[in-house]
C-alpha cells in the first residue's frame, strides 16, 4: 500500500468536518496570548518558530521580546554583527538556530527587499527553513494551508486517528503531512494549525493528556479504545556520550581571566567559553602539560571548586571547575585572549560555562 492509499485507509470513516470545527472553535476560545500572535507579521512568526524548536514557551517569551526589540525588522538583524546576534541569543540553547536565522534573513533582505517569501519553494531554500518552519509561517502569516508537522502534531494525530507508526522515522513525518494537507482548513489553516500546536502543547501531553477537557475528544480514537497513554510510538535514541574535562579559570599576574572562542563551525561554534581540558586519559600533571602544549602557558591549579553537568541531546560534559595561575609562557592560542573578570559578561556564553561564573572572582 502506498502512502496516498493508506491516507485515504486512516481516513475514510473520520469525520473530518467535526474535527476541523471543534479544533478551530476551541483554539479561538482558549488559545494562550503569547507576543508572537499580536500580528501576522512573517518575520515575528519565523522568529518564534526558531525560538521554539526544542524549547519550552514560557522560556522563549522573554528572549522573544528583547530579540524583537534590538532586531525588530528583518533589515535590523541582517545588519547586526553575528557575536551581538549570539549574545541575545546567549542561554537559549541550539545557537545554530541563531546563526541559521541570521543568514537567512539576510538572504531575505538581499534577494526578496526584505519580505519575507510567501513561496513555498523560495521559503524552503532558506537557511534553517525545513518543512515544518515552512508549513507554520506559511498557514500562520500567510493563511496558506501547509502543513507543519513537529512532534507535537504527530502525537496528537497519532492518537486522534491511531497510528502506530514510529513517529522517530522520517516516513512517518511525511505521512503525517499528507494528513494535515487532507485535514486542514482551506478557510482558516491558521487557526488550524495553531490549534494542532497549542492542543499538543496544553491537552494533549506526553505522559498524562487530559482527556476530559479535550475539544475534539468525541473524535478521537485512542481515547475510544483506552490506549492514549500507548501513543505515540517512539524508538529511543542511542546513549549520550559522557566527556570528563577540567573548566579552567585561569587568570594571569594582572587578574585578567582567560577565555576563548570556539571554532565557527561545530558544537556552540563562535561562542565564548572558559579552557576546558579533555580528562578521558589524562591526570591532573598531564593536563598541565596538555594545557601547555595547546595555550603556550605553564599553569598552576587550585582546589577544584565546583562540579558541572550539562546534557546536551547527544553527549554529556561532566566537568571539574579549577582555578589555575599563569606561572611562565606567553600566550599562543589564536582564539584565546585574557579580560578583566567584569567584562566576561560582554561575550556570549553557552549555559555550561555560564554555571562557572559565580567562581570567576575567586
Known amino acids: 500500500m502506498n502512502r496516498t492509499e493508506r491516507v485515504e485507509q486512516i481516513l475514510e470513516t473520520f469525520n473530518k468536518d467535526n474535527f476541523k470545527t471543534q479544533l478551530i472553535d476551541w483554539f479561538k476560545k482558549e488559545q494562550r496570548i503569547l507576543p508572537w500572535r499580536e500580528n501576522q507579521d512573517p518575520y515575528r512568526v519565523w522568529v518564534s518558530e526558531i525560538m521554539l524548536q526544542q524549547t519550552r514557551v514560557d522560556t522563549v517569551i522573554p528572549y522573544f521580546n528583547h530579540f524583537l526589540s534590538k532586531f525588530p525588522t528583518p533589515e535590523a538583524l541582517a545588519e547586526a554583527e553575528e557575536q551581538e546576534v549570539l549574545k541575545a541569543?546567549?542561554?537559549l540553547g541550539y545557537y545554530s538556530r541563531a546563526r541559521n536565522l541570521q543568514n537567512a534573513v539576510r538572504e531575505v533582505v538581499e534577494q526578496y527587499g526584505g519580505k519575507v517569501p510567501d513561496?513555498?519553494?523560495?521559503?524552503?531554500?532558506?537557511?534553517?527553513?525545513?518543512?515544518?518552519?515552512?508549513?507554520?509561517?506559511?498557514?500562520?502569516?500567510?493563511?496558506?494551508?501547509?502543513?507543519?508537522?513537529?512532534g507535537n502534531v504527530m502525537r496528537v494525530l497519532s492518537r486522534i486517528l491511531h497510528i502506530e507508526d514510529d513517529i522517530a522515522k522520517q516516513s512517518t513525518r511525511k505521512l503525517f503531512e499528507d494528513l494535515v494537507r487532507e485535514l486542514i482548513s482551506e478557510e482558516d489553516p491558521s487557526s488550524f494549525n495553531q490549534g494542532l500546536m497549542e492542543?499538543?502543547?496544553?491537552?494533549?501531553t506526553p505522559k498524562t493528556p487530559s482527556c476530559m477537557l479535550c475539544p475534539v475528544q468525541s473524535?478521537?480514537?485512542?481515547?475510544?479504545?483506552?490506549?492514549?497513554?500507548?501513543?505515540?510510538?517512539?524508538?529511543?535514541?542511542?546513549?549520550?556520550?559522557?566527556?570528563?574535562?577540567l573548566?579552567?579559570?585561569?587568570?594571569?599576574?594582572?587578574?585578567?581571566?582567560?577565555?576563548?572562542?570556539?571554532?565557527?563551525?561545530?558544537?556552540?561554534?563562535?561562542?565564548?567559553?572558559?579552557?576546558?581540558?579533555?580528562?578521558?586519559?589524562?591526570?591532573?600533571?598531564?593536563?598541565k602539560h596538555w594545557f601547555y602544549g595547546e595555550y603556550g602557558l605553564k599553569v598552576e591549579f587550585d582546589e577544584g571548586v565546583d562540579q558541572i553537568k550539562h546534557v546536551f541531546s547527544h553527549l554529556?560534559?561532566?566537568?571539574?571547575?579549577?582555578?589555575?595561575?599563569?606561572?611562565?609562557?606567553?600566550?599562543?592560542?589564536?582564539?584565546?585572549?585574557?579580560?578583566?573578570?567584569?567584562e566576561v559578561v560582554d561575550y556570549p556564553f553557552p549555559v555550561s560555562h555560564q554555571k562557572a561564573f559565580k567562581h570567576i572572582n575567586l
Open 247 to 287: 573548566l579552567l579559570l585561569v587568570k594571569n599576574e594582572t587578574g585578567d581571566l582567560l577565555i576563548e572562542q570556539r571554532p565557527s563551525e561545530g558544537l556552540l561554534a563562535s561562542l565564548w567559553q572558559f579552557p576546558m581540558v579533555p580528562m578521558k586519559d589524562l591526570d591532573m600533571e598531564a593536563a
Open 89 to 91: 541569543w546567549e542561554g
Open 316 to 342: 554529556i560534559w561532566e566537568m571539574e571547575v579549577i582555578p589555575a595561575k599563569v606561572v611562565e609562557g606567553t600566550l599562543d592560542y589564536e582564539r584565546a585572549t585574557f579580560v578583566h573578570p567584569d
Open 119 to 150: 513561496n513555498p519553494e523560495e521559503l524552503g531554500k532558506l537557511k534553517g527553513v525545513g518543512p515544518y518552519t515552512k508549513g507554520a509561517i506559511l498557514s500562520i502569516a500567510y493563511d496558506t494551508p501547509e502543513p507543519a508537522v513537529d
Open 199 to 204: 492542543l499538543g502543547a496544553m491537552i494533549c
Open 219 to 245: 473524535e478521537c480514537r485512542a481515547f475510544d479504545e483506552g490506549v492514549e497513554t500507548e501513543l505515540p510510538i517512539k524508538s529511543s535514541k542511542k546513549k549520550q556520550k559522557k566527556s570528563p574535562y
